[in-house]
């Protein structure tokens, strides 16, 4: 068992196309492609718009980050495929999980690319209390370090002979015990620290606050946003005419 797949939500500091784009317009990405994900519950419709993902990948040099979080997903694929399989279809299964690989993929172009302290910067330019944008980002900033302490407790119960390696399903879900234990505890205990740390820093004692810089949407950063609502409706018009659709979009395995 590793938690490894959790470093591929952080964020990467890269010179590309993506990382260049303002957050929101990225936030619009994610947003656009799991809205895309759950108009359809087909197999071929779901296969194109994940494969229009891979592009924004390779041009965001995130490829291996990438990866990294599907396979994390390995687990999850096994458990949708067994009971969809069961009550539903084969055909049925394999097209959720390209739906949940479309939405992990999207937000994992999202969290790779967006820096958190543009993130938060962007919530409040969207006028979101800065509250709410910095407890966000602060979140988004303690992914990687849950994943780090997850794989050391992980670690440290191996080296005292526990087999955390064990396979089988049963097997997985009973090894969740010896890790999530402990590091409830740890993610409690950071939790009072980063309380205490904004208490002595008087945070929230004032509502008005001043920025090192701000961040502003520039053109190709509009010329993106409108790009994605365009293919956003061209899936809403697609499925609202599915009915008129060439029978290549409604393929199923023939079982």
């Known amino acids: 068992m590793s938690l490894e797949f959790l470093n591929a939500f952080k964020f990467m500091k890269k010179e590309s196309f993506l990382h260049n784009l303002d957050p929101r317009a990225k936030l619009v990405l994610a947003l656009t492609y799991t809205i895309s994900a759950l108009l359809f519950n087909q197999i071929i419709p779901l296969l194109i718009i994940f494969l229009s993902l891979i592009p924004l ?92 302490e997850a794989q050391n407790i992980i670690d440290a119960q191996q080296s005292r002979g526990y087999e955390m390696q064990k396979k089988g399903f049963i097997n997985q879900i009973k090894n969740l015990f010896p890790l999530l234990i402990p590091l409830i505890i740890c ?29 502003k949407f520039s053109l190709k950063d509009w010329i993106f946003t409108i790009y994605l609502i365009l293919i956003l409706i061209i899936f809403i018009f697609v499925k609202i005419q599915f009915s008129v659709m060439p029978d290549w979009l409604v393929w199923r395995l023939p079982v």
């Open 187 to 215: 993610s409690i205990k950071r939790a009072f620290n980063v309380a205490e740390a904004l208490e002595s820093r008087a945070f929230g004692s004032k509502k008005e606050r001043s920025y090192y810089y701000t961040i």
């Open 57 to 148: 990948v390779i041009f965001g040099k995130i490829l291996k980050q990438w990866i990294k979080s599907i396979h994390g997903l390995s687990f999850l694929v096994l458990f949708i495929i067994i009971l969809n399989t069961l009550f539903m279809s084969l055909s049925f299964a394999i097209a959720m999980i390209l739906r949940i690989c479309i939405m992990v993929s999207a937000f994992s172009i999202f969290f790779l690319t967006v820096d958190p302290n543009d993130l938060a910067l962007s919530l409040i330019s969207m006028k979101f209390p800065y509250e709410f944008a910095f407890s966000f980002s602060l979140a988004f900033r303690f992914v990687p370090t849950i994943a780090n």
